[in-house]
């Protein structure tokens, strides 16, 4: 069974299909990204996800309860961070009386009140803020208090729409160990929604690539890695005559590409897994000392571009 599952589901506003067809599966206890440039239509899905937008056909479900037949279960089971700007505190009141208030709207038990804010608002950092006007947080404090807000209730699921957007660096650190944190201690379902390739590769076991509201891609990162990348660049080190090394990879054609910096060439090689053995060998026929013959990383985001362009950066 799926946390969260979408059966072709969409949403237009106009001519605009904002969501067409959407066909997704996230597994409980995964920390899922949605990942797309903006417009893709990720704000959407997670609206139409928390029940707050009708779609205009397909369906979806969340921790098992779906959206049309049961919003009333899904609210209940789920956390939203709504996109910022969208928070929705009441500036007036402090942060504790917020959380108070969602509290017993969420039907949190009376005699649990207190110490689920008071764990949730350390958890955060956040207790020395306690009775600070809800208006007056930085703003890295108030998304902080909003995932309090989502996790008040102690839900299954939780739809976070960009929850570092706000944030600069070091607060953005602290959400995601934070999300990381959670996910370790409770095991639950995360469905993050962001245009930050380096976040989503640091804390998403599971990724699907959104654009012009259809998924392109998706898989775990190491799934979408071998899916696309039918090139991969190595960094050769050698000890000796660095021209003569490069005359020897450069003759291959399954060499794409030939860098050197004094010691060290930068090779882009087609069919990494069947042709490296291969150079390796002539390299080392050729008598060339190999110290070094290491994959360079491939981020995300060359993935990223690579299907969002189709190929075409
Ligand atoms: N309430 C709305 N009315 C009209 N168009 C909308 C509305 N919400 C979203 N859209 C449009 O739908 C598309 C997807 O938007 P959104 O889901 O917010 O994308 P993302 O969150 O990926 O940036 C965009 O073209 C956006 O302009
Ligand atoms: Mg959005």
């Given at each position: 069974?799926?946390?969260?599952?979408?059966?072709?589901?969409?949403?237009?506003?106009?001519?605009?299909?904002?969501?067409?067809?959407?066909?997704?599966?996230?597994?409980?206890?995964?920390?899922?990204?949605?990942l797309?440039?903006?417009?893709a239509?990720?704000?959407?899905?997670?609206?139409?996800?928390?029940?707050?937008?009708?779609?205009?056909?397909?369906?979806?479900?969340v921790?098992?309860?779906?959206?049309?037949?049961?919003?009333?279960?899904?609210?209940?089971?789920?956390?939203?961070?709504?996109e910022?700007?969208?928070?929705t505190?009441?500036?007036?009141?402090?942060?504790y009386?917020?959380?108070?208030?969602?509290?017993?709207?969420?039907?949190?038990?009376?005699?649990?009140?207190?110490?689920?804010?008071?764990?949730?608002?350390?958890?955060m950092?956040?207790?020395?803020?306690?009775?600070?006007?809800?208006?007056?947080?930085?703003?890295?404090?108030?998304?902080?208090?909003?995932?309090c807000?989502?996790?008040?209730?102690?839900?299954k699921?939780?739809?976070?729409?960009?929850?570092?957007?706000?944030?600069?660096?070091?607060?953005a650190?602290?959400v995601?160990?934070?999300?990381l944190?959670?996910?370790?201690?409770?095991?639950?379902?995360?469905?993050?929604?962001?245009?930050?390739?380096?976040?989503?590769?640091?804390?998403?076991?599971?990724?699907?690539?959104?654009?012009?509201?259809?998924?392109?891609?998706?898989?775990?990162?190491?799934?979408?890695?071998?899916?696309?990348?039918?090139?991969q660049?190595?960094?050769?080190?050698?000890?000796?005559?660095?021209?003569?090394?490069?005359?020897i990879?450069e003759?291959e054609?399954?060499?794409?590409?030939?860098?050197?910096?004094v010691?060290?060439?930068v090779?882009?090689?087609?069919?990494?897994?069947e042709n490296?053995?291969?150079l390796m060998?002539?390299?080392?026929?050729?008598?060339?000392?190999?110290?070094?013959?290491?994959?360079e990383?491939?981020?995300?985001?060359?993935?990223?571009?690579?299907?969002?362009?189709g190929?075409?950066?």
């Amino acid at each position: 069974m799926e946390a969260v599952k979408s059966t072709e589901l969409r949403k237009t506003f106009g001519d605009i299909i904002a969501v067409d067809s959407l066909n997704l599966h996230v597994s409980p206890g995964t920390i899922f990204g949605l990942l797309g440039p903006n417009g893709a239509g990720k704000s959407t899905t997670i609206r139409l996800l928390s029940t707050l937008l009708y779609p205009d056909s397909g369906t979806a479900s969340v921790h098992y309860f779906d959206i049309l037949e049961d919003p009333v279960a899904v609210r209940r089971i789920t956390g939203v961070l709504p996109e910022e700007g969208n928070h929705t505190h009441y500036d007036s009141l402090s942060a504790y009386e917020n959380l108070e208030y969602f509290a017993k709207l969420y039907d949190v038990s009376k005699d649990k009140i207190h110490t689920r804010i008071e764990e949730l608002l350390n958890f955060m950092n956040l207790w020395d803020r306690k009775d600070d006007k809800a208006g007056e947080l930085s703003t890295g404090n108030r998304q902080r208090l909003a995932l309090c807000r989502a996790l008040l209730h102690e839900p299954k699921v939780l739809l976070l729409d960009e929850p570092t957007s706000a944030l600069d660096p070091i607060a953005a650190k602290r959400v995601r160990e934070l999300i990381l944190n959670l996910s370790k201690t409770y095991g639950q379902t995360f469905f993050i929604n962001s245009h930050n390739l380096a976040e989503v590769q640091r804390i998403c076991d599971q990724i699907a690539i959104i654009n012009e509201g259809k998924i392109l891609i998706s898989g775990s990162t190491s799934e979408l890695r071998a899916t696309l990348q039918t090139e991969q660049e190595y960094r050769i080190r050698i000890i000796g005559d660095v021209d003569y090394a490069i005359s020897i990879i450069e003759a291959e054609e399954f060499v794409e590409s030939v860098e050197a910096e004094v010691d060290t060439i930068v090779a882009m090689i087609k069919n990494p897994i069947e042709n490296n053995s291969i150079l390796m060998k002539k390299l080392l026929d050729a008598g060339v000392q190999i110290v070094e013959f290491a994959e360079e990383e491939t981020t995300l985001e060359d993935l990223y571009l690579q299907v969002v362009t189709g190929g075409d950066v």
